[in-house]
């Protein structure tokens, strides 16, 4: 089981970038997705939690409306769509998948409303995401 983020880069306040999130070695379709984030010194924060199968999406108030999670299941990838990028959208970006041994594809945090950490049991490598101009 194995996931890559990848997209990341500098980009100029109100451009976007489009994070992916590769998974190999399990079908992504079937286990929830969380992106998060990570500023050092700071608590790294959800940024969106996403279910497979059904598609429900959870976004933090801080991306809402601006952030889209989607999904390709023939390339088994998720991606981060981020438009309207702020300064404050520095940080790492991760991935992370849920096992669904658990809770199915919904995952922990749709049947439990909770978009959090350590629901998430495999992580890719994080990528950077710098906004500045």
């Given amino acids: 089981?194995?996931?890559?983020?990848y997209g990341g880069g500098l980009v100029q306040p109100g451009g976007f970038l489009r994070l992916s999130c590769a998974a190999s070695g399990f079908t992504l379709e079937n286990y929830a997705?969380?992106?998060f984030?990570?500023?050092?010194?700071?608590e790294r924060e959800a940024v969106s939690c996403?279910?497979?199968?059904?598609?429900k999406t959870f976004y933090a108030?801080?991306?809402?409306g601006r952030f889209?999670?989607?999904r390709d299941n023939?390339?088994?990838t998720v991606y981060l769509q981020m438009n309207s990028l702020k300064p404050e959208d520095t940080a790492v970006y991760?991935?992370?998948?849920?096992d669904p041994k658990y809770y199915g594809a919904m995952g922990y945090w749709e049947v439990t409303g909770r978009c959090i950490a350590n629901a998430f049991d495999n992580w890719g490598q994080g990528t950077q995401v710098t906004v500045s101009s």
């Fill in 1 to 5: 089981v194995q996931l890559q983020a």
């Fill in 33 to 35: 997705i969380g992106w």
């Fill in 37 to 42: 984030r990570h500023v050092p010194g700071k």
């Fill in 50 to 55: 996403n279910s497979g199968k059904n598609g």
């Fill in 61 to 64: 108030d801080s991306v809402k």
């Fill in 68 to 70: 889209t999670v989607s």
């Fill in 74 to 76: 023939a390339k088994n």
């Fill in 94 to 98: 991760y991935c992370a998948a849920d």
